[in-house]
């Protein structure tokens, strides 16, 4: 009987103690839907039929601005077809996000490329993160961007080939 008490006033204490998380940026509406309208596939990529992962690092200050944005995989290619500077401008293009963001996060955006021409074939970047990239930011749903190296009527024509 006195384990059943001790275990009770342990879990009331666990209860009371334990807050409620906070909500995941990547839920927030305003976040997510404005940062997928302004990523574009890089149209340098698409005619060079490029694909690939960027890791992007960021914080939300205390008053809710985008802030320190880098990347963490830089490369001289993805820089060449734009896809960093594309996820860059994107990010510092958002409006004040609420408050209850503060912190520093990563944002994964996986450009995917579309060929039409092999029956619709996704090229999906293999890139990752390492356990040492991490150091105490949050990680964050991955955005997806589709593009494709067909021009409409080269995209048609494949459609009645087959």
């Known amino acids: 009987m006195h ?3 001790l275990l009770i006033l342990f879990f009331i204490t666990h209860v009371a103690i334990a807050q409620p998380d906070s909500p995941a940026l990547s839920q927030d509406p305003v976040f997510t839907t404005i940062l997928k309208r302004r990523l574009k596939f890089p149209r340098q ?3 060079a039929s490029r694909y690939n992962r960027i890791f ?19 490369s001289v290619e993805g820089d060449y077809v734009g896809f960093e500077s594309t996820i860059i401008a ?3 293009k958002l409006p004040s996000l609420n408050l209850r ?3 520093s996060y990563i944002l994964p955006v996986a450009f995917i490329l ?3 021409r092999q029956k619709d074939k996704q090229f999906i970047p293999e890139e990752k993160l390492y356990v040492q990239d991490l150091a105490g930011r949050v990680v964050l749903d991955e955005i997806k961007v589709f593009g494709n ?14």
Request: net charge negative; hydrophobic share 40%.
């Open 3 to 5: 384990y059943l008490r």
């Open 45 to 47: 990529a698409e005619w």
């Open 56 to 74: 992007a690092e960021f914080t939300v200050d205390d008053k809710g601005r985008v802030q320190a944005i880098s990347i963490l995989n830089h």
């Open 90 to 92: 994107a990010l510092k």
């Open 101 to 103: 963001y503060t912190g």
């Open 114 to 116: 579309v060929d039409y």
């Open 149 to 162: 190296n067909v021009n409409s009527r080269e995209r048609i024509q494949s459609a009645e080939a087959y």
